[in-house]
């Protein structure tokens, strides 16, 4: 089979591959779509020995299976099951797996990859192909953060950092939870100009007087994550989802170490969460639509990946 192979600095190839071998309880599911995602600039630069790819959707294909030709997305964290995590409905947070597909194993940038039988969320058909890939981290990462520190505080004015995907997913989240008054910051003129049709209010990127309860920060920049634990109020919530794997230092300022406040990390979310993020996504299906902004074929990832990179892209997606 064809997929792209990361080198690293930037250098993306698309080669052949052997067909990926298929265990015990996994399926083979072709590749109909894979969303490209910031943090997997970090494979970009780095390189990487697998193909890469974490936003999947695809068919099985598996004769005699139960799941055989059925659209499925792609859950990425491997997990047992029976861990205390798993029991208590985390599936998200595993105790004793640290396999995420993609991540450390091959994931959606090629036509095609094993699956864990575990892993596959069945596609209802009223979701086009273009739309599936959202329900994972545009939609499902952002929401669950929003589930989880959204009751914590009162229903006043929000400060969502960043208008990338992740950004545009949880100004959408945050409205129909409730929030009405969403703000939101970003240098990227055409993604704020994006968010502000979704109903977000611009909000200078250098003001550090007015103060927010709730703050989502999802650009991953450290400075930005700085200014929130410094803008956040008191009792009030600075929630990261965005992703950044370089160290972070914290500066314990006055602001900072004179209020209580919760500094809050959230991260994917539980299979539990996807009959919700199916309904968020019924509610505001014209508004998701806006966030996917290209579907290219295999042999244009180079490319397009490289634009993306620049910002120059929101949402593209990879077609088989």
């Given at each position: 089979?064809?997929?792209?192979?990361?080198?690293?600095?930037?250098?993306?190839?698309?080669?052949?591959?052997?067909?990926?071998?298929?265990?015990?309880?996994?399926?083979?599911?072709?590749?109909?779509?894979?969303?490209?995602?910031?943090?997997?600039?970090?494979l970009?630069?780095?390189?990487?020995?697998?193909?890469?790819?974490?936003?999947?959707?695809?068919v099985?294909?598996?004769?005699?299976?139960?799941?055989?030709?059925?659209?499925?997305?792609?859950?990425?964290?491997?997990?047992?099951?029976?861990?205390?995590?798993?029991?208590?409905?985390?599936?998200?947070?595993?105790?004793?797996?640290?396999?995420?597909?993609?991540?450390n194993?091959?994931?959606?940038?090629?036509?095609?990859?094993?699956?864990?039988?575990?892993?596959?969320?069945?596609?209802?058909?009223?979701?086009?192909?273009?739309?599936?890939?959202?329900?994972?981290d545009?939609?499902?990462t952002?929401?669950?953060?929003?589930?989880?520190a959204g009751?914590?505080?009162?229903?006043?004015?929000?400060?969502?950092?960043?208008?990338?995907?992740?950004?545009l997913?949880?100004?959408?989240?945050?409205?129909?939870?409730?929030?009405?008054?969403?703000?939101?910051?970003?240098?990227?003129?055409?993604?704020?100009?994006?968010?502000?049709?979704?109903?977000a209010?611009?909000?200078?990127?250098?003001?550090?007087?007015?103060?927010?309860?709730?703050?989502?920060?999802?650009?991953?920049?450290?400075?930005?994550?700085?200014?929130?634990?410094?803008?956040?109020r008191?009792?009030?919530?600075?929630?990261?989802?965005?992703?950044?794997?370089?160290?972070?230092?914290?500066?314990?300022?006055?602001?900072?170490?004179?209020k209580d406040?919760?500094?809050?990390?959230?991260?994917?979310?539980?299979?539990?969460d996807?009959?919700?993020?199916?309904?968020?996504?019924?509610?505001?299906?014209?508004?998701?639509?806006q966030?996917?902004?290209?579907?290219?074929?295999?042999?244009?990832?180079?490319?397009?990946?490289?634009?993306?990179?620049?910002?120059?892209?929101?949402?593209?997606?990879?077609?088989?």
């Amino acid at each position: 089979m064809r997929g792209a192979r990361f080198a690293g600095n930037g250098q993306v190839t698309i080669e052949d591959w052997p067909q990926p071998a298929v265990a015990p309880g996994e399926v083979l599911l072709r590749v109909q779509r894979t969303a490209l995602c910031g943090s997997d600039i970090k494979l970009w630069h780095k390189g990487a020995s697998w193909i890469p790819g974490h936003e999947i959707f695809g068919v099985v294909d598996r004769p005699g299976h139960a799941l055989h030709q059925q659209r499925c997305l792609v859950y990425i964290p491997v997990h047992c099951g029976q861990c205390d995590s798993c029991l208590a409905g985390d599936t998200h947070l595993c105790d004793t797996e640290s396999v995420l597909i993609g991540w450390n194993r091959p994931g959606g940038y090629g036509q095609a990859l094993s699956v864990p039988e575990q892993c596959l969320l069945p596609v209802p058909d009223w979701v086009p192909d273009d739309l599936a890939p959202l329900l994972l981290d545009t939609i499902g990462t952002a929401a669950h953060g929003i589930r989880v520190a959204g009751p914590q505080v009162a229903k006043g004015p929000v400060l969502v950092m960043g208008a990338g995907p992740i950004g545009l997913g949880a100004i959408i989240a945050l409205q129909d939870s409730g929030f009405h008054e969403v703000y939101v910051s970003d240098p990227n003129e055409s993604r704020l100009r994006l968010a502000q049709r979704f109903g977000a209010r611009a909000h200078p990127m250098d003001d550090d007087k007015t103060r927010f309860s709730l703050i989502l920060e999802c650009s991953g920049a450290h400075a930005a994550r700085n200014r929130g634990l410094q803008i956040v109020r008191p009792h009030g919530i600075v929630l990261l989802l965005g992703e950044n794997d370089a160290p972070w230092t914290i500066e314990e300022t006055k602001p900072i170490r004179r209020k209580d406040f919760v500094m809050m990390r959230s991260f994917y979310f539980p299979k539990s969460d996807y009959p919700k993020n199916l309904d968020l996504l019924h509610r505001h299906r014209a508004l998701y639509e806006q966030i996917v902004d290209q579907v290219f074929s295999l042999d244009d990832l180079p490319q397009r990946f490289a634009e993306f990179s620049r910002g120059e892209l929101i949402k593209p997606l990879m077609a088989n």
